[in-house]
C-alpha cells in the first residue's frame, strides 16, 4: 500500500495520465511524506501541580507517568514505613487480617473471634460468628481458631471461618451483615485458606485435605431475600459446596495433604495450592475444579504460605525459610529460589507489588525482594546532605514488636497480641 500523501502539494486531477504524472515525479523527486510534531508530553509532577491548581485534570502527566512514579514507589516505600503498635486486650494471636478501608482492619484470632479495630481511635467492635444448622456440628476445637480472611474482588464481600472453624462464613460490606454459611456436606476440618475466583465464587482449602468450590446466589446479597426474623435476629443461607476435591496423596508423606494456601489465577483462570507434605496443585477453574498438574516442591519442610504475580505469571511458595517461584508452564524454574536467611523460623506470608516480594517471617520481620534484580533490597547508607546516600549493602528488614505475654499463667493466658500497623 502506498502511503497517503500530506504535502502541501494538491493532488492531480484523475483525467491526467500517468506519464504525466511520473515525470513531474522524476523533475521533482518523490513526495515524501510530512513529519508530524508529537505534541509535548510534561511529565513533571511540578507541571501536574499547576494544572491541578487551574482546575486542569493533568491526563497528560498521568498517562506518561503511570508507570514510572508507582515503580519508585515500590522501591522507596518500604524505607518509609514505621511500626505503630495497638493494643488488643486479653484476645489471643491475629492469624488473620485485611484492610477493611484506610482506618479500619478486620482481624481474626487463635481464640475464634472476628473483629474490627480502628486505627486510628483503637475501637474494637467484635462481630457475630455464623453457627451453623445443626448445633452438634458446631463443636469448635480447642486453639484452632480464624485462620484465613479474604475479601472479593469488588470488596463488596467478606468469607471468613464460622463458629465452626470447618465452616466458610460469607459477610457483606461494609455492614458484615451474614450473607451465607458454607456448612452443609463440606468440610470434616479446618478451614486453613480461602481465594476469591469472583464476586460469587469463592474456594476453601481444609486441614482435611480438600478444596471446595462455593458459588453463591446474587440474590442473598442484593436485597431480595430478607435477612431479619420475626424476632429482629439477623438470618442468612445455608448453602453446599457446589464442587469438592482431595489433594492427590503423595508416597513419602499420605498422612500429611492438609491444604495450607491457595492462589487464583484469573488471567488464566487457575486456582494453585500448596499442601503441607511439599507439593503444588494446579487446577483449571470454572464452575468445577479440573486438577492439571501437581509438583514436588524443591524446600518441602512448612510450605504455609502461597501467592500468584499477575504481571509475571509466577506464583511463589513460602516454606520453611526460603521462597520458590514457579511457573507451570516452563519446565524449569527461571527464577533461582531465595532464602530468607532470618533464622529458620518460617516465612509466613508473601505478597506481591509490581516487581517487589514482601516476606513475612516467623520473626515478626518483614524483607523486601527485587525479583527482577534477584536481590533483597538495602538500606540506605545515611551521607553528606549534599550527596545522594547509596546503598549501605545491608539487607533492609523491618521487625515489628514481640506483643506482650503474661509470663504469671502461662498455660492458661496465651501470648497476648499486638497489632502492628
Known sequence: MVPQQTGSRKRKAPAESSSSQGSAADAEGPLLPKKQ?????????????????????????????????????????????????????????????????????????????????????????????????GPWLARAQPSCGIHAIELSPSKTLLATGGENPNSLAVYQLPTLDPVCLGDRNGHKDWIFTIAWMSDTVVVSGSRDGTVALWQMDPDMFNGSISWQNDAGLPVYTHIRPRDMETIPRSSTSPTNHKVRALAFSGKNQELGAVSLDGYFHLWKARSTLSRLLSIRLPYCRDNVCLTYCEELSLYAVGSQSHVSFLDPRQGHQNIRPLCSRDGGMGVRSLSFYQYIIT?????????????????????????SPDSCPGPSGRKLKLTCGRGWLNHDDLLKVPNLPVLSV
Open 37 to 133: 510534531k508529537r505534541p509535548a508530553t510534561r511529565r513533571s509532577l511540578v507541571h501536574y501541580l499547576m494544572d491541578r491548581e487551574v482546575g486542569a485534570l493533568g491526563g497528560a502527566w498521568l498517562s506518561g507517568s503511570k508507570g514510572e512514579l508507582p515503580g519508585y514507589a515500590v522501591q522507596k516505600l518500604p524505607e518509609l514505613l514505621r511500626e505503630r503498635e495497638l493494643a488488643l486486650g486479653t484476645l489471643n494471636k491475629v492469624f488473620a487480617s485485611q484492610w477493611l478501608n484506610a482506618r479500619q482492619v478486620v482481624c481474626g484470632t487463635k481464640c475464634n473471634t472476628l473483629f474490627v479495630v480502628d486505627v486510628h481511635s483503637g475501637q474494637i467492635t467484635r462481630i457475630p460468628l455464623m453457627r451453623d444448622r
Open 359 to 383: 516476606v513475612g517471617t516467623g520473626h515478626g520481620s518483614l524483607l523486601f525482594y527485587d525479583i527482577r534484580a534477584q536481590k533483597f533490597l538495602e538500606e540506605r547508607a545515611s551521607g
